[in-house]
T-cell receptor, first 111, second 115 residues
Framework: DTGVSQDPRHKITKRGQNVTFRCDPISEHNRLYWYRQTLGQGPEFLTYFQNEAQLEKSRLLSDRFSAERPKGSFSTLEIQRTEQGDSAMYLC?????????FGPGTRLTVL | AQSVTQLDSHVSVSEGTPVLLRCNYSSSYSPSLFWYVQHPNKGLQLLLKYTSAATLVKGINGFEAEFKKSETSFHLTKPSAHMSDAAEYFCVVTSLYSSASKIIFGSGTRLSIRP
């Protein structure tokens, strides 16, 4: 399968723990996006990479959130000191231009 | 500024009847518009896109959408609904001249198909 993959698909954690998600984009895509989607809502933009450079961050991305794309290939999204409000689906997308290809998402539940 | 409004949070149609999912947008620049479908526990899949070429856009699975600048609309239609069309649909607006944070998703329309 040459689509966007995300790992893990599901994560349950206790409040205060740190979690890290991984996204593997389509190999020739230089653009990578992270979104958060809560129940009944559309995805909300979190951050954007072009190659290894993080070019944009949303105001939604508090200082507990950090994202990296060290070699311009896969990306990680880390949430420190998780809160119950962080419970959501975290989506990754990659793109050659402005058409995005989405991964299946990581569903985070914070207890 | 860019925004997108999906006018119906839930649409229910009978199998074999037409589908209409409504989307209105606003954009400071020439918009690029997309429709995505999300089936339960699956990733978002692109149905179709408008990027300033033909105003009537045909997508996958028999869906199409028409860009109407005068009405600032990009409604999604399908002549005959199939049970497999039941899913959540998202209208998206962006622009070639906009930053990534200006990729705006609507709140979604849940499509139900009655047998």
């Amino acid at each position: 399968d040459t689509g966007v993959s995300q790992d893990p698909r599901h994560k349950i954690t206790k409040r205060g723990q740190n979690v890290t998600f991984r996204c593997d984009p389509i190999s020739e895509h230089n653009r990578l996006y992270w979104y958060r989607q809560t129940l009944g809502q559309g995805p909300e933009f979190l951050t954007y990479f072009q190659n290894e450079a993080q070019l944009e961050k949303s105001r939604l991305l508090s200082d507990r959130f950090s994202a990296e794309r060290p070699k311009g290939s896969f990306s990680t999204l880390e949430i420190q000191r998780t809160e119950q409000g962080d419970s959501a689906m975290y989506l990754c997308a990659s793109s050659p231009e402005n058409e995005q290809f989405f991964g299946p998402g990581t569903r985070l539940t914070v207890l | 500024a860019q925004s997108v409004t999906q006018l119906d949070s839930h649409v229910s149609v009978s199998e074999g009847t037409p589908v209409l999912l409504r989307c209105n947008y606003s954009s400071s620049y020439s918009p690029s518009l997309f429709w995505y479908v999300q089936h339960p526990n699956k990733g978002l899949q692109l149905l179709l896109k408008y990027t300033s070429a033909a105003t009537l856009v045909k997508g996958i699975n028999g869906f199409e959408a028409e860009f109407k600048k005068s009405e600032t609309s990009f409604h999604l239609t399908k002549p005959s609904a199939h049970m497999s069309d039941a899913a959540e649909y998202f209208c998206v607006v962006t622009s070639l001249y906009s930053s990534a944070s200006k990729i705006i998703f609507g709140s979604g329309t849940r499509l139900s198909i009655r047998p």
